[in-house]
């Protein structure tokens, strides 16, 4: 079953990116008034237990991918630059793979110095992840500002964007709790 699902996930990633190959953002949702981020999932270079709760007031981006995909597997080093040039927000590549191993093979193939979870096929759902890649950009308080659908070769510069607001806002904050 979990197969057949992650297959429906990259047959849909390619539909996607084949029907609108340079997908923009989404509009940001509204904001709600419970955070939408809640997860605890295992890391695929270690396996211990990775969650949200442990992001309290940090600013995430979840990237929902598949590493059978192959428009996953070009988006990840794109995450990874990204990563690099905004040390402020946690990078998350959330694999829906049921195990590590090939998720794994990925990261060190590419040397990426990722985070990056494993089963999180639960999460996906929770998201309403319906292709992959897909990714949420969240606040330090946990709320969705901003979804970017399928794979976009700028999509790194399109990061930068979104979160050029959000590095203020954990300044903001770590000078608040002082």
């Known amino acids: 079953m979990k197969k057949i699902l992650l297959l429906t996930l990259c047959a849909l990633a390619g539909l996607n990116a084949q029907a609108k ?6 509009a940001p949702a509204a904001k709600s008034a419970k955070p939408v981020l809640n997860f605890s999932l295992p890391q695929v270079k270690t396996d211990t237990l990775f969650t949200s709760a442990e992001l309290s007031g940090t600013p995430v981006l979840i990237a929902v991918v598949s590493s059978g995909c192959g428009y996953c597997q070009r988006t990840l080093p794109q995450l990874e630059a990204a990563r690099r040039a905004l040390p402020d927000i946690k990078i998350i590549a959330a694999f829906v793979d049921g195990n590590p191993k090939r998720p794994l093979a990925l990261l060190n193939k590419n040397n990426l110095r990722l985070d990056a979870v494993y089963n999180a096929m639960p999460l996906a759902k929770s998201l309403k992840v319906d292709g992959v890649p897909m990714m949420f950009l969240f606040d330090a308080k946990h709320q969705l500002i901003k979804t970017f659908d399928g ?17 203020k806002e954990v300044n903001m904050v770590s000078v608040e709790a002082k």
Do not use: F, S
């Open 21 to 26: 190959p340079a997908a923009k953002a989404k």
């Open 151 to 167: 794979y976009d070769e700028n999509r790194t510069e399109e990061i930068k964007q979104a979160a050029k607001g959000l590095e």
